[in-house]
């Protein structure tokens, strides 16, 4: 459906005066660090290999200082994967689960990719499924963590909910938690002993490049990879174990294919400039400045509100909004989901904002990264663009 044009021009809305600094609020790959040029990657290993010792030793310093600024208990294991967060959470997935039931939680789109590998690949026969809309958590008090496996996204980059708390995993589990925290991790606090497998990309928070994963393993995880051996094969590219033995080196940098060094040297940058702002708690302290400035907007702003229903679990990083004025409202499905694309495309045609739209599988609206990489008063700066952005839509409404 087309936005209907008004037989004479209603209003007209005023331009902004001023544009964000940094424009870029896409929810991944992310906004670079402030102050990034490419003379960041002066230093890297390019044209090396990653075996030799150049190449190992920058491996090495990615996992130590990931374990430095996100606060990873020293049993823990670091690695280096394929494939960004999937392919992390993959690995998870296909070398853990089947030694017991899962529960398996989705209230967004990637925590429901997780259910279907589940159900229709892995085809587990006893895996329950937890669902929730957009803009809800499921109801933890009906997911058994004593005893099963439990698959979750600790924040939903497609619905800007996270999950506040870990208060719902007992300590004495028997099962093993995996969570999908690419983009909590660097920006949430992670409750770290009611964790066995946490999985993110380089992607997110810190606005590294793409196609790397990190896998990071609890000794209770380690444990389960070394007792058990799943009914199905599993491809070179998941093997995290060789003769009922972890193999060690890839959590020490002996990477299972072959990474990027130039993506390596980024991510390095990436976390120093991380523990030159505070580490986790300055990462943190970032992104819900960024987060306030929107609430701000959003108290005062009729039109629109928070995707998530529950202020307490309300995103810092993928902060989803949503249209809710009448006129909007009484729009069909088409309707609605036209004017929340004319939002974000007047808004990227005057170079303001870009990549704001909401998820393809979301429901229709905005979504803003304000992760620790953005300025807060490049957050500032948008908003009025989005008040500018609606006026000039809802005149094309009569």
Known sequence: MTLPMPAAETAVATTPAVKPAVVNFSSGPCAKRPGWTPDALKSAALGRSHRAKIGKTKLEQAIELTRDVLGVPADYRIGIVPASDTGAVEMALWSL????????????????????????????????????????????????????DVVFTWNGTTSGVRVPNADWIPADREGLTICDATSAAFAQRLDW?????????????????????????????????????????????????????????????ETINTPSMLCVEDYLDALNWAKAVGALDGLIARADANLAAIERFVEKTPWIDFLARDAATRSNTSVCLKVVDPKVAALDADGQV??????SSAIEAEKA???????????????????????????EALMPWLEWSFQKAIAQLG
């Open 338 to 343: 036209a004017f929340a694309k004319a939002l």
């Open 193 to 253: 002993p009611k964790l066995d497998v946490v999985t993110f990309s380089w992607q997110k928070v810190l606005g590294g490049e793409a196609a790397h994963g990190m896998l990071i393993l609890s000794p209770r995880a380690v444990e389960r990879l070394e007792s058990y051996t799943p009914a199905w094969p599993l491809p070179k590219i998941f093997r995290l174990t060789k003769g009922g033995k972890l193999i060690e080196g890839i959590f020490k940098g």
């Open 353 to 379: 904002g870009l990549d704001i739209a909401s998820y393809r599988d979301a429901p229709p609206g905005l979504r803003i990264w304000c992760g620790a990489t953005v300025e807060t008063s490049d957050v």
């Open 97 to 148: 689960l089947g030694a017991r039931g899962v529960d398996m939680l989705a209230w967004e789109s990637f925590g429901s990719e997780w259910v279907t590998d589940v159900l229709r690949q892995l085809k587990l026969d006893d895996a329950r499924v937890f669902k929730a809309g957009y803009g809800d958590l499921v109801d933890f008090s009906q997911v058994d963590a004593k005893t099963r």
